[in-house]
């Protein structure tokens, strides 16, 4: 080909690998420690948006609350100040807690009562059984595992089992960072969040595959070279398609972050920190997890015919 | 070279305008709009009933324009305000919830709704805005379980009341049947009383799984029940209460109503437009069921009877409590329709009740030899109630479900009953329509209890529009700018084709139905972002072969070939996990799982068609020197 400069990205791969390795440490030490600040979706229990004519301070109507037969609510600002949000944990786990009662209206009006020249809206409620969040976790994670497992399979079959393993890696190390941020941070985790992540795994799975795909292609191509050669070579050629795809999915998700409303600001923190992370993980996990497993030219034989796929020629 | 042959760029303008024209709808944003439905014919819409309308809405300070009655029967009045809405509704149902226009079974309905704006010239082409979910549209959301075990526990009793009334017909004694779980043990003193009852489950109820021994003397049976049959209840019990939550549902004269089966015993109920999630809910809750049954003989034994009161104060002091046979002959489940009317020739109202084929024969087999008998109607009424209870030593609040059986008909046996089959014996007209309502709100096939909840606010849902228009706006500009910038002419290729990407993926989910939610206008965000990797992947490509000394044409050639493999497992990949999130995931996630997979596919179809088409179109066949790229 060509004496293009190549980046030298495999040579410095044991440090980084270790410090990957701090960092998956540090966010399983977290789940430890902090654990999830879990959203309804998860835990149950109610919430309530209400709209408030004036600013409301957050401690009377925590107390009125208190005084009205709800004192665990949590109460804060959501967006502005006179907009609140109420939650309530479900504290009977009783599976049919509500069917007959109306817990929004009955706060609502009890707040009302004791703020009366205040003029208060609904303008959202979310009631959810607590047994229904069990589910939605373990949905969630019966989700994440099957994504994993038919990835691996898909990959395995068109590319390589080690290509399997590299990029499953990778995705569970991303899945774990973006995890640990989230307990960290003790950010807000949802159901969107939850799909943020898988979105965010698809994402990564986008860029490993993209950095396979020309491994494979320069093994054939070149004979001479040891394995790291080969990847430090692709890596770099691919380096340029990285940057500017990372950036400009970056790039929109900054605009849905500041744009998008409280509802999706979590999301698309997540989404940013899995992009980011994606990023990363393609190039020092994937990549360093092919060459520990000795990728060999005889992997990749019989060579499948590139661009058999192709009838457009002129 | 770089040619595409004619008939695919044709193909190709075609199916893009095409697209833009079932795009197009969303354009226009539909008006904020009251919408009135009646539940019987009693109830007119009509054009007199619009100008009282109108009037209550002027007097109202409310501002409207274009109140017509639709094709499909119903009202809509269209306002200039959407914070309006709510006030207009307001006034409009108590004006209707006034007497005048209410009369014994005439309801009028009044609920939010969104007029569509969309021109005639293209709604006739069928095209139409997207759905949205109730997050941007507003309204409640209900997420219903089904008591399936208490749908195999009922079908178990019923067994072992036919078990046990065999037993007394062939005079066997010393039986003793007992249930537990899924299996009815039945142990029996002799071999021949064992297997007189294996020949009559054999017979009757093939439904169980047979097993026999015996032990010390005595000879026991037991049956269980097959899994496929506990399945086979399940599925019937889910769906029949689907049917009425649905026919529930249209009594609350919502537009578009979603009511749907979600996994295994789970219903949703979505209402855009509604906000009275409280009234919903007292019309979708209403979790009762019926049950025939024989009146008990009075030498019956204490076993085999049940007392019960009669369900109207009246009856209760004039007849008294009654008893029934514990045996039921049928559930409200098998029936159909029940209409209130009025016997001519005993002068007197009744009720005609039509079952379906299995009630008939049900029906059937237990009258023929009855006849003279009467025959009562329990109506089973769950409800919840708060009871103190002590609990680690403390008095605590706590919800229990009870339970509330009433006589509401109690009539004798004329002939052997069938499919079709009339009670008489009510005593007024009102009577015969309050038990006909009952009838047919009855035929849940198992109690149903909510497990989650969602209300929308409609000014939260118009804000929620507001931004995710604006998110996706700022992103695509700025994708835009960027690309122009970084790429020059290829640029201004990726841009036509970003925009082509949004067109086909707007048109795609207008024809497909899908339903927009917030998550899933950030999915269209994000794809968005990604559309440009397929191609950046070319560009990178075209740009690497340029340097490796490939003429500009050669360049374009092999940019496009080489890409097309990590393009395509890259996208499918990400497809699959897309897949997996749509399959796990409900509400307004999947919503997100939606745009994410279809914007998936129609940026994969964009770069690769549409980029190399545009492309072909501007270097193709020509002497290129340099590529501005």
């Known amino acids: ?314 | 070279m770089n040619r595409f042959p004619l008939w695919k760029n044709v193909l190709l303008i075609l199916l893009v305008g095409l697209g833009f024209i079932y795009a197009l709808p969303n354009v226009y944003s539909p008006d904020p709009a009251i919408q009135i439905t009646s539940n019987s014919r009693a109830a007119k819409i009509d054009d007199e009933l619009l100008q009282v309308v109108g009037t209550v809405l002027q007097e109202g300070g409310i501002d409207y324009f274009g109140a017509e009655v639709t094709p499909e029967g119903f009202a809509m009045i269209r306002l200039r305000d959407a914070g309006q809405q709510l006030a207009a509704q307001r006034a409009v149902q108590t004006l209707l919830d006034g007497a005048s226009y209410q009369a014994e079974d005439k309801r009028y309905v009044v609920a939010l709704n969104r007029a569509s704006t969309t021109p005639d010239w293209l709604a006739s082409l069928g095209a139409s805005p997207m759905n949205l979910g109730l997050d941007l549209a507003g309204g409640v959301h209900f997420l219903l379980e089904v008591d399936t075990p208490k749908a195999v526990a009922d079908r178990m009793e019923d067994m072992q009341e036919s078990i046990k009334k065999h037993i007394r017909d062939k005079r066997l004694f010393n039986v003793e049947v007992q249930v537990k779980d899924r299996t009815i043990t039945i142990t029996t003193p002799s071999e021949d009383a064992q297997k007189v009852l294996l020949t009559y489950l054999q017979e009757n109820l093939p439904d169980l799984a047979r097993q026999r021994g015996s032990e010390g003397g005595s000879f026991w049976v037991k049956a269980t029940l097959e899994n496929r049959v506990i399945q086979e209840i399940e599925n019937h019990a889910v769906s029949q209460n689907l049917t009425t939550i649905r026919n529930r549902v249209n009594e609350l004269g919502v537009s578009e109503p979603l009511v749907q089966r979600q996994g295994r015993n789970r219903i949703v109920v979505e209402l855009p437009g509604v906000q009275d999630a409280a009234g919903a809910k007292k019309i979708l809750g209403k979790t009762a069921n019926l049950e025939f049954r024989l009146e008990a003989a009075p030498s019956a034994p204490p076993t085999q009877k049940e007392r019960f009161e009669f369900y109207t104060e009246e009856e209760r002091q004039m007849r008294g409590p009654k008893f029934l046979e514990r045996r039921r002959i049928i559930t409200g489940e098998r029936v159909i329709n029940a209409m209130a009317g009025f016997d001519d020739q005993s002068n007197s109202p009744k009720i005609d009740i039509t079952l379906d084929g299995e009630g008939g024969t049900l029906m059937h087999h237990a009258t023929r030899n009855e006849v003279g008998r009467n025959m009562g109607v329990l109506f089973i009424d769950y409800y919840t109630e708060k009871q103190r209870v002590m609990e680690n030593g403390q008095l605590v609040e706590k919800e229990v479900q009870k339970v509330d059986r009433k006589i509401i008909n109690l009539a004798t046996i004329r002939s052997a009953l069938g499919v079709r089959f009339q009670i008489t014996g009510l005593d007024s007209v009102k009577e015969a329509n309050d038990v006909a309502l009952l009838l047919r709100a009855g035929s849940l096939a198992a109690p149903m209890v909510f497990v989650e909840e969602r209300t929308i606010g409609p000014s939260l849902g118009a804000e929620n529009i507001s931004m995710g228009v604006k998110s996706v706006q700022i992103g695509m500009l700025m994708l835009v700018v960027f690309m122009l910038f970084y790429y020059k002419v290829f640029g201004i290729v990726a841009n036509i084709v970003l925009a082509m990407n949004l067109v086909l993926l707007t048109a795609l989910m207008s024809i497909l139905g899908a339903t927009l939610t917030m998550p899933g206008i950030a999915g269209i965000v994000l794809t968005m972002g990604m559309a440009v990797d397929a191609n950046v992947l070319i560009y990178s490509r075209i740009k690497e072969e340029l340097k490796a000394g490939l003429s500009p044409q050669g360049a374009i050639h092999a940019g496009f070939e080489r890409a097309f493999s990590s393009i395509m497992d890259a996208n499918l990949t990400t497809l699959i996990v897309a897949f997996i999130l749509y399959a796990i995931s409900s509400g307004s996630v999947k919503g997100f799982a939606v745009t994410l997979s279809l914007g998936i596919v129609t940026s994969v179809f964009t770069a690769i068609v549409g980029t190399r088409a545009i492309v072909n179109v501007i270097y193709g066949n020509r002497n290129v020197t340099k590529l501005w790229i």
Not at chain 1, 35 to 48: E, H, V
Not at chain 1, 232 to 259: D, H, W
């Open chain 1, 1 to 314: 080909m060509n004496n293009e400069k190549v980046i030298d990205f495999m040579g410095v791969r044991h440090w980084v690998v270790g410090a990957s390795l701090v960092l998956v440490l540090a966010a399983i030490l977290s789940f430890a420690i902090r654990g999830f600040n879990l959203g309804l979706d998860f835990t149950g229990g109610t919430l309530l948006e209400l709209h408030y004519e004036r600013p409301a301070d957050l401690e009377v109507v925590r107390q009125q609350l208190s005084q009205a037969g709800y004192p665990g609510a949590v109460v804060v600002h959501f967006g502005s100040e006179t907009e609140l949000l109420v939650r309530l944990q479900s504290d009977t786990s009783d599976e049919d807690e509500t069917i007959s009662t109306n817990i929004g209206e009955a706060i609502v009006e009890a707040l009302r009562q004791q703020t009366p020249n205040v003029g208060i809206t609904l303008t959202r409620s979310e009631i959810i059984g607590a047994q229904i969040g069990d589910e939605m976790a373990t949905n969630g994670i019966l989700g994440l595992l099957v994504a994993f497992a038919t990835v691996f399979v898909y990959v395995a079959i068109r590319f390589q089992t080690k290509f399997s393993i590299g990029a499953i890696t990778a995705q569970v190390f991303d899945a774990v960072i973006l995890l640990g941020a989230f307990s960290l941070l003790q950010l807000e985790f949802d159901l969107t969040v939850l799909a943020a992540v898988l979105a965010a795994n698809g994402y990564s799975l986008n860029d490993s595959i993209v950095v396979a795909d020309r491994i494979r292609e320069n093994f054939r191509l070149m004979r001479a070279e040891s394995t790291e050669e080969i990847i430090n070579k692709s890596l770099t050629q691919v380096m340029g398609r990285t940057i500017i795809t990372s950036g400009t999915t970056l790039m929109v998700l900054v605009a849905l972050y500041f744009f998008g409303g409280q509802l999706l600001e979590n999301f698309s923190i997540a989404l940013i920190i899995g992009v980011v992370v994606g990023t990363f993980s393609s190039i020092y996990i994937m990549a360093p997890a092919v060459v520990w497993m000795k990728l060999t030219k005889q992997d990749f034989m019989p060579p499948v015919k590139e661009g058999a796929e192709l009838d457009e020629l002129p």
